[in-house]
C-alpha cells in the first residue's frame, strides 16, 4: 500500500476557498502532491497528460463547466477512459444532493463526502479507498492486459475471501461476463445478487443480459418497474430506448429519450443519439432542437466534434433553412481548429448548403474536397463517411466514393465490411461499380492472405496473426480466413506462449465457423488441436 506522500491528487473545484480548505487537509493528511481543476475542461486537459491516484470532485461544478456536473464529468472520463478503473473518483455534495445523486447514479464514484468535512473524515475515506483499491487491484490488472476470463476467476476467488466486498466483485464478474459475450453467465450472476440486493444497477444489469439475448418483451417490463421506482435512473432510459430501436419501434424510443432529456438536459451524448432518431423519423423540429443544444452544450468541451455542426447543417438544410444553416457553418470555420477532420465537416457542410441552393457544380466541387480530407482524416465517424460516398455517387463523383470507401473498408478499426461497403453500391443503382469494388476487395483480403502465409513460413507468427485479423475484418464470413485464423493463432500460441486474449479469439472464430458450417470436416480437427494447447498449459477447459 502506498504511503500518503506518494499519492497525488487532483481537486476538481470553482470555488477558491474550498480548493485551499481541501489543499490543506490534504497537506495534514500528509499529501502534497496536490493539483486543481476549475472546471470540468481544465481536470480533462490535466488528465490528458498524466494520471492521479485520488480525484476530488465538488458535484456542484458551476456554470463554467456548461451545466455539466460532477456525475457527468465522472460518466465522460469513464467514457473517454481518461481514468482507470482503479484511479480514486471521491464526490464531495451537501446532504440534499447526494439523497438525489445516489439513486440516479448507475455509474458511482469510489465514494461521497457530504460537506462539511473534518480532516480526519477526508483522511479516513481516502485511506478506506485505498485499502479498497489495494484489494480489487489485481483483477483490474488483469482486465487491463486483457485477460477477461483471469480477472473472472480472480473476483470469484475475491468473492470469498473478502466476504464484505464480495456484492461488488460480483458486480464486476457479471459485467465481465458481459464483456466476454456470456449472456447466461451474467444473467445468473444478477439474478442471486437481487435476492440479496434488489438494487436499480442489478436490474439494470440484469436488463442488459436480457437485451443481449433479444428477449425484448422481458426487457421493457424490467426497466418500466425500474423506472417506476427509480424515475431519475437515467441509464434505465437509455436501454430502453435502445429495446424499443431493436423492436422497430423508432417513435416510443424518441419519446424515452425526450423523457430522458427533460429530466437531465445536460448529457451531450443521449442528446446527439435523440437527434439522430428524430431526423431519422422526419421529427425535423425535435432533431434541430436537439442538435441546437448539443452545439452549444459542446462549444467548451474537450471532446467537441465537428460532425455535431454537419448534423445540425443537415437537419436545418432538411428544413429548408439555408440562412440559419449557413449560420451553423460560419459558426464551424470561425470557432473549431483546423485539420482534416474539420475541413471534411466544412465541405461536406458546404455541399449540402450548395446542393438546397441548386448549385450542383459548386456542390461537387465541395465534396471533391471533402473525400480528400475524409481520406486523411482520424476518427471520422463511419455514418458520415458512408453518407459522403453516397452524397458522391449522386453527383457522378464515381473515383471519389469509391476511394472512400476502400479506405473505410481498409482502416483496421473501421467497422464496415467487404458485403456492407458493396450493397452501399448496389443501392445507389450502381452494380458496374459494385462489381469492380468488390472485386478490388476480394483481391485484397487474397494479397492479406498470402501474406500471412510468408510471415508464417519466415517465423513472423505475429505478423501472420496481424494479417489475418485484417483479412477477417473486411471479410469475418469467409471460411478460408477464419480457417488460417484459427491455425495462425494456435501456431503462435504453441510457439511462443498462452496468451488469453488470443485463446479468446479462437474460441470466437470456432464459434462463426460452426454457425456457417457445423458439419465442416476442417472444425472438429482445430477444436482438438485447441485442447491440446489448452493441456498443453494446463489450462482448464
Known amino acids: ?4 506522500s506518494d499519492l497525488s491528487v487532483l481537486i476538481i473545484d470553482p470555488n477558491p476557498s474550498m480548493r485551499g480548505n481541501l489543499h490543506n ?12 481543476a476549475v472546471n470540468s475542461g481544465t481536470a480533462i486537459r490535466l488528465l490528458n497528460k498524466k494520471p492521479f491516484d485520488i480525484i476530488l470532485c465538488e458535484y456542484d461544478l458551476g456554470s463554467g463547466s456548461d451545466g455539466q456536473d460532477g456525475q457527468q464529468l465522472l460518466e465522460d472520463l469513464r467514457h473517454h477512459q481518461l481514468i482507470k478503473p482503479w484511479t480514486i473518483f471521491i464526490m464531495l455534495t451537501s446532504e440534499a444532493i447526494h439523497s438525489k445523486v445516489v439513486s440516479a447514479a448507475e455509474l458511482t464514484p469510489a465514494d461521497y463526502i457530504l460537506k462539511p468535512f473534518t480532516v480526519d473524515v477526508l483522511s479516513g475515506r481516502i485511506a478506506r479507498a485505498i485499502e479498497r483499491r489495494a484489494v480489487f487491484l489485481p483483477t483490474y490488472h488483469l482486465i487491463d492486459k486483457g485477460d477477461l476470463r483471469a480477472a473472472v476467476a480472480s473476483c470469484e476467488t475475491a468473492e470469498q475471501r473478502h466476504p464484505r466486498l464480495a456484492g461488488d466483485f460480483a458486480r464486476l464478474r457479471a459485467e465481465l461476463h458481459l464483456s466476454l459475450g456470456e449472456w447466461k453467465e451474467a444473467e445468473q450472476v444478477y439474478v442471486e445478487m437481487l435476492l440479496t440486493r434488489p438494487m436499480a444497477w442489478v436490474r439494470l444489469g440484469l436488463a442488459r443480459t436480457l437485451f443481449a439475448q433479444q428477449r425484448h418483451e422481458e426487457v421493457e417490463a424490467a426497466l418500466l418497474e425500474l423506472i417506476e421506482q427509480n424515475p431519475r435512473y437515467m441509464a434505465a432510459y437509455d436501454l430502453l430506448a435502445q429495446n424499443h430501436e431493436a423492436m422497430g419501434q ?4 424518441k419519446k424515452i429519450l425526450e423523457d430522458a432529456v427533460h429530466i437531465s438536459p445536460h448529457v451531450v451524448r443521449r442528446l446527439r443519439r435523440l437527434g439522430g432518431m428524430a431526423f431519422e423519423s422526419g ?6 432542437r436537439a442538435y441546437k443544444q448539443v452545439v452549444t452544450k459542446a462549444k467548451y468541451s474537450e471532446f467537441r466534434d465537428p460532425e455535431d455542426h454537419v448534423n445540425l447543417v443537415r437537419t436545418l438544410v432538411r428544413k429548408g433553412d439555408g440562412p440559419q444553416a449557413s449560420g451553423v457553418l460560419r459558426d464551424m470555420e470561425r470557432s473549431l481548429r483546423g485539420g482534416a477532420n474539420v475541413e471534411a465537416c466544412r465541405a461536406i457542410s458546404a455541399a449540402m448548403l450548395f446542393e438546397l441552393a441548386g448549385n450542383d457544380l459548386a456542390a461537387a466541387n465541395e465534396l471533391q474536397q471533402a473525400a480528400t480530407a475524409a481520406n486523411m482524416a482520424r476518427g471520422l465517424s463511419t455514418q458520415l463517411k458512408v453518407g459522403l460516398v453516397q452524397s458522391c455517387l449522386k453527383n457522378n463523383l464515381d473515383d471519389e466514393a469509391s476511394e472512400v470507401m476502400m479506405k473505410l473498408v481498409s482502416e483496421s478499426d473501421g467497422d464496415v ?4 461497403a458493396v450493397d452501399v453500391f448496389e443501392k445507389a443503382g450502381r452494380h458496374d461499380l459494385a462489381k469492380g469494388l468488390g472485386q478490388q476487395m476480394r483481391n485484397q483480403v487474397q494479397d492479406l492472405l498470402e501474406e500471412a502465409a510468408g510471415k508464417a513460413e519466415s517465423g513472423e507468427l505475429k505478423g501472420a496473426v496481424f494479417m489475418l485479423r485484417q ?5 469475418p464470413g469467409n471460411l478460408p480466413v477464419l480457417f488460417a485464423s484459427v491455425e495462425a493463432i494456435l501456431r503462435q500460441l504453441n510457439m511462443l506462449g498462452w496468451e488469453a486474449v488470443l485463446a479468446e479469439q479462437v474460441q470466437e472464430q470456432l ?3 460452426r454457425k456457417i458450417d457445423p458439419k465442416h470436416p476442417r472444425l472438429e480437427s482445430l477444436k482438438q488441436q485447441y485442447a491440446a494447447t489448452q493441456h498443453k498449459y494446463g489450462i482448464a477447459t
Open 1 to 4: 500500500m502506498p504511503e500518503n
Open 25 to 36: 487537509m490534504l497537506n495534514q493528511a500528509a499529501i502534497n502532491k496536490v493539483e486543481y
Open 250 to 253: 423508432p417513435l416510443q424510443a
Open 283 to 288: 421529427d425535423i423540429g425535435a432533431a434541430e
Open 417 to 420: 465490411t467487404m458485403e456492407q
Open 471 to 475: 483479412a477477417l475484418r473486411r471479410t
Open 511 to 513: 464459434q462463426v465457423i
